[in-house]
């Protein structure tokens, strides 16, 4: 198991890129779901990392430990909204910096639609670079919550912790409270989605 594969991706979440040790466990959460197993010797602390051992008393586990669903959907797929599923965009414009419009000092018009990107606030003349939202890949992944007991949980999660060996899932007393599960090695938390 690789715990990096449960860390943030996102560059508002720094603090969680990288797994980190407290006490006696290894941890690593992207903010969604959140996984520990005994300390590793190579995965050091972080004093940045948030608190979580609170998470774990706060949501104790309701009735019976349930199975993953055996067969999970494929994932789904739309096309990125931002570069409307090229996966290419255009760099930031220089003349407005991306606006789409600029203040005309010298023409006495006030604020007007930018010539050089067409009000776009992308470059036309500096080339594509891939898109951000969707890495260049053109693609979105579909919201598809899957329903474990009583609540509903994004398959992307599901899909992460289906290789964990022997694992189950529970419901939380708290309603879209975090549901724990456990496996072979550990156990975690996982978000509930609203549908």
């Known amino acids: 198991m690789n715990l990096q594969d449960f860390c943030s ?8 890129h990288t797994p980190w040790s407290i006490g006696e466990y290894s941890i690593a959460t992207d903010g969604c779901i959140l996984i520990r197993i ?15 051992d609170k998470l774990f008393a706060d949501h104790p586990v309701v009735g019976e430990w349930l199975d993953l669903p ?12 931002r570069c409307d599923g090229t996966g290419k965009e255009f760099e930031t ?5 991306g606006e789409g419009d600029y203040e005309c000092d010298h023409c006495g018009r006030g604020t007007i639609t ?8 992308r470059s036309k003349e500096r080339g594509q670079i891939n898109c951000e939202d969707c ?15 009583t609540a509903h949980v994004e398959i992307r999660f599901l899909r992460l912790v289906t290789d964990l060996p022997n694992v189950k899932i529970a419901n939380c007393e708290k309603e879209l409270g975090p549901l724990s599960f456990k496996f072979n090695g550990g156990d975690g938390l996982i978000m509930p989605m609203r549908v």
């Open 114 to 121: 930018c010539d050089q990107c067409d009000g776009r606030g």
């Open 9 to 16: 991706k996102d560059d508002t979440r720094l603090n969680v």
């Open 70 to 81: 055996a067969n999970l959907p494929e994932e789904e797929y739309d096309p990125c909204k």
């Open 135 to 149: 890495e260049g890949s053109g693609k979105q992944r579909k919201l598809q919550p899957i329903q474990i007991g």
């Open 38 to 52: 005994p300390r590793l010797p190579d995965i050091p602390e972080n004093p940045d990392a948030p608190k979580v």
């Open 93 to 97: 414009c220089d003349q407005c910096d």
